[in-house]
């Protein structure tokens, strides 16, 4: 269900306006920024804010459907384009790490803040990320690369968090090119701890 058109009696182009001022000023002052202050980018007052979503959870979790949905359908085009897996895999990555660090005040909003803060925010944003984990383990099973149905979530959902946990670094690592990071996420995936050659 859409989240933003979910709730009966309110107008959806207004609660869209709102989240884009929401978005708006998160990008320009941080993860840190007050419902006063994305109220006062809308035009409105926070209790106003407030009756569009039900209360600041709410406001939470529109914004992580808008924004994960979105990055999560960016990932699943890249991974599920003709090709060789390696390079299927390079540009879902890619797309990834391309997004938040384009998106970083959106990013630590929603990650270190709004999931933090809010227990429904964290369940949304779990749950829409386990999914692209099965959706991977899928891809894998379908394409016979493995046979163990177990063993395809096993690899599917840790192969999703070692790449969300790789970006956490990146984000403090900024320094680092991103082509970098993304081959090496790609050896580790394809190649195991072979890929690093052997130990001196």
């Known amino acids: 269900m859409d989240i933003e058109t979910s709730r009966p009696g309110r107008d959806p182009r207004r609660r869209r306006a709102l989240l884009d001022a929401a978005d708006r000023i998160i990008?320009?002052?941080?993860?840190?920024?007050?419902?006063?202050?994305?109220?006062?980018?809308?035009?409105?007052?926070?209790?106003?804010?407030?009756?569009?979503?039900?209360?600041?959870?709410?406001l939470y979790q529109a914004l992580?459907?808008?924004?994960?949905?979105?990055?999560?359908?960016?990932?699943?085009?890249?991974?599920?384009?003709?090709?060789?897996?390696?390079?299927?895999?390079?540009?879902?990555?890619?797309?990834?790490?391309?997004?938040?660090?384009?998106?970083?005040?959106?990013?630590?909003?929603?990650?270190?803040?709004?999931?933090?803060?809010?227990?429904?925010?964290?369940?949304?944003?779990?749950?829409?990320?386990?999914?692209?984990g099965g959706e991977l383990a899928e891809v894998l099973l379908d394409e016979g690369r493995l046979r163990d149905p177990v063993r395809g979530h096993i690899w599917g959902h840790a192969t999703v968090g070692m790449v969300q946990a790789a970006g956490e670094w990146w984000l403090?690592?900024?320094?680092?090119p991103r082509a970098v990071v993304v081959e090496g996420i790609v050896d580790l995936l394809l190649d195991g701890f072979t890929a690093a050659g052997p130990a001196t």
Do not use: C, Q, W
């Open 64 to 132: 992580a459907e808008r924004h994960t949905r979105l990055l999560m359908d960016a990932i699943r085009v890249a991974f599920r384009r003709p090709g060789e897996i390696r390079d299927r895999a390079r540009a879902a990555i890619d797309t990834y790490l391309a997004a938040i660090a384009a998106n970083r005040h959106l990013y630590g909003f929603l990650v270190h803040r709004a999931g933090a803060e809010d227990t429904a925010t964290h369940s949304a944003m779990s749950t829409l990320i386990r999914g692209l």
């Open 172 to 176: 403090d690592h900024s320094t680092v």
């Open 27 to 58: 990008r320009r002052e941080g993860p840190e920024v007050s419902m006063a202050s994305i109220a006062a980018e809308a035009g409105i007052t926070k209790p106003i804010l407030y009756r569009h979503f039900g209360d600041k959870s709410g």
